[in-house]
């Protein structure tokens, strides 16, 4: 669900409205804000679902940048998710001219691991609260050109295409039997209901975020503007980031587990170290990256028609793999190769499976032959 926080439209069934002369209705919630007798009445604004105030709104929109005053959700309408579709509609609006968002937020309150999701960070402090700033991706995937000196952009490629193909690849990648399944049934068992998930290369939310959101807390993370719009009116209860992969900043020990299915192969190989040290970081003690990777080794380079749209692919060889999920300090629990039928051509592909040392459970040795089935009592979280 995305909210239309531009005065008075409706989007979804959820919209805003001006607050009244003389008190904020339903919303009276802003009574008790710890910074009530500076908030300026003329910018809040009441935020109605279905015809009832649920809560309200108020953002300061600077030359400088976008600052959320006031943000409260009533009590009885909470756990819907519909703070975090506020937060990312106002982070829209400011991303697009290239402008950051800040807020202040109970130095002690859940919603700070929510803005953290999001990509908020922690930019100063009182004794009784926190400013934390999200700004822009560094890479501006909205402006960013084709080619960069001359050179092919692999990453515009990548959004280019899936921004075309988005409804294909989710019908097409949903078709047959797919190793995804059972690596999915391995996180099902392995994580305890709400763990924190991150999904890199989420897509429209179809092939895995809907199925993994029915237990955990997730986040997905794709560079394909049209994929993340498809993904967070198909998923409504998962956070969704449009940004690369390879730059998107989440704080140490942010989650349980990270899932990347034929994700990393889009990024130019010579980043598949990096994001590897990124996802280590992510992960806490005893957390599980489950992802796939290559099987052979592919430089880098564009297949012009790849379900109607050019795509970029990169990877390394299995073996050189191996070593780069080792050499990020994580555990190998599987490293298995398997083969996908695509519309009739074999393709093999590497599936990892590994943990971050710590934790209850921890498994005493690296194997990465095993098959996941034969590990589901190790390394959860």
Same mark, same amino acid.
């Given at each position: 669900?995305?909210?239309a926080?531009?005065?008075?439209?409706g989007y979804g069934?959820?919209? =805003?409205t001006?607050? *009244?002369p003389g008190?904020?209705?339903?919303?009276a919630?802003a009574?008790s804000h710890?910074y009530r007798d500076?908030l300026d009445?003329?910018?809040? $604004?009441?935020? !109605?679902?279905d015809? &009832?105030d649920?809560?309200v709104?108020?953002?300061?929109? $600077? *030359?400088?940048g976008?600052?959320?005053?006031? #943000?409260?959700?009533l009590?009885?309408a909470?756990?819907?998710g519909l703070?975090?579709?506020?937060?990312?509609? !106002?982070?829209?609006?400011?991303f697009? *001219?290239?402008l950051?968002?800040?807020?202040?937020v109970?130095?002690v309150? $859940?919603?700070?691991?929510?803005?953290?999701?999001?990509?908020?960070r922690e930019t100063?402090?009182?004794?009784?609260?926190?400013?934390?700033?999200a700004?822009?991706?560094a890479?501006d995937?909205?402006?960013a050109p $084709?080619r &960069?000196g001359?050179?092919m952009?692999p990453k515009?490629?990548?959004?280019?295409?899936y921004?075309?193909?988005a409804?294909r690849?989710?019908?097409?990648?949903?078709?047959?039997s797919?190793?995804?399944?059972?690596?999915l049934?391995? #996180?099902?068992?392995r994580l305890?209901?709400?763990?924190?998930?991150?999904e890199?290369?989420?897509?429209t939310?179809?092939l895995?975020?809907?199925? #993994?959101?029915?237990?955990f807390?997730?986040?997905?993370v /794709?560079i394909?503007?049209?994929?993340i719009?498809l993904a967070?009116r198909?998923?409504p209860g998962a956070?969704?980031?449009h940004?690369?992969?390879a730059t998107?900043?989440?704080?140490?020990g942010?989650f349980d587990a990270?899932?990347?299915f034929?994700?990393?192969g889009?990024?130019?190989r010579?980043?598949?170290?990096?994001?590897?040290r990124s996802?280590?970081g992510?992960?806490?003690p005893?957390? =599980?990256?489950v992802?796939?990777?290559g099987a052979?080794?592919a430089p880098?380079d564009?297949?012009?028609d790849w379900?109607g749209?050019?795509?970029?692919?990169?990877h390394h060889d299995a073996e050189t793999? &191996?070593?780069?999920?080792r050499g990020?300090g994580?555990?190998?629990l599987?490293a298995?190769e398997?083969?996908t039928?695509e519309d009739g051509?074999?393709?093999p592909f590497l599936? !990892? !499976?590994?943990?971050?040392p710590g934790?209850?459970?921890?498994p005493?040795a690296?194997?990465?032959q095993t /098959?996941?089935?034969?590990?589901r009592g190790a390394?959860s979280?």
């Open positions: 669900m995305r909210l926080a531009r005065n008075e439209r069934g959820l919209h =805003l001006r607050v *009244p008190g904020l209705g339903a919303a919630v009574g710890p500076h009445p003329s910018r809040q $604004r009441i935020v !109605v679902v015809g &009832r649920v809560g709104l108020a953002v300061e929109r $600077r *030359p400088d976008f600052f959320i005053d006031n #943000l409260q959700v009590p009885a909470q756990g819907r703070g975090g579709a506020i937060v990312r509609d !106002v982070m829209d609006e400011a697009g *001219p290239g950051p968002v800040s807020l202040r109970a130095r309150t $859940r919603a700070r691991r929510l803005y953290e999701r999001l990509g908020f100063g402090r009182t004794e009784t609260h926190l400013l934390m700033t700004s822009p991706p890479d995937l909205h402006a $084709r &960069r001359g050179a952009d515009r490629v990548v959004a280019d295409g921004d075309r193909i409804e690849y989710a019908a097409w990648g949903g078709g047959g797919d190793p995804r399944d059972d690596h049934a391995l #996180l099902e068992e305890p209901a709400g763990a924190a998930v991150l890199l290369g989420c897509g939310g179809a895995s975020t809907a199925r #993994l959101a029915r237990r807390a997730v986040t997905g /794709d394909s503007r049209r994929s719009d967070r198909n998923v956070t969704f980031l940004a690369d992969m998107v900043h989440f704080p140490d942010s990270v899932t990347a034929y994700t990393i889009h990024l130019p010579e980043e598949h170290g990096g994001l590897l996802i280590a992510w992960l806490r005893g957390g =599980l990256l992802a796939t990777m052979g080794d880098g564009v297949e012009q379900l749209a050019p795509m970029y692919f990169s793999n &191996r070593r780069l999920v990020a994580l555990r190998l599987s298995r398997e083969t039928d051509v074999p393709v599936w !990892v !499976v590994a943990a971050k934790g209850d459970g921890e005493v690296d194997d990465a /098959d996941p089935a034969d590990n390394g979280s």
